[in-house]
């Protein structure tokens, strides 16, 4: 069982930043994959961007330049910085951790919205 908790979101304006943070109730080194997805209302949930235990990383080409996700295992912590962002990012953002055994986990989602 891996319990995840996400914080960070919020209401910003076009151009502006948030850092989104995803809290894992277990080390990252016994975790395949953490990653961050959106869902828009009446789109599907879709992947953003996601970490990797050797730290490759992935972004979709929709936050490419502009998203950048990261760790810190001390505090086995992601983050999600996102700026410049656009009112096309509006969405609720869910943390998702996939472990070595083949589970995964999600959280429950922080809200992002960005408009002027």
């Known amino acids: 069982q891996v319990q995840l908790v996400e914080s960070g979101g919020g209401v910003v304006q076009p151009g502006g930043s948030l850092r989104l943070s995803c809290a894992a109730s277990?080390?990252?080194?016994?975790?395949?994959?953490v990653g961050w997805y959106r869902q828009a209302p009446g789109n599907q949930r879709e992947l953003v961007a996601s970490?990797?235990?050797?730290?490759?990383?992935y972004y979709a080409d929709s936050v490419k330049g502009r998203f950048t996700i990261s760790r810190d295992n001390a505090q086995n912590t992601v983050y999600l910085q996102m700026n410049s962002l656009e009112p096309e990012d509006t969405a609720v953002y869910y943390c998702?951790?996939?472990?070595?055994?083949?589970?995964?986990?999600w959280g429950q989602g922080t809200q992002v919205t960005v408009s002027s």
């Open positions: 998702k951790a996939d472990t070595a055994g083949g589970f995964y986990f």
């Open positions: 277990r080390r990252f080194f016994d975790l395949n994959t």
């Open positions: 970490i990797v235990r050797s730290g490759f990383t």
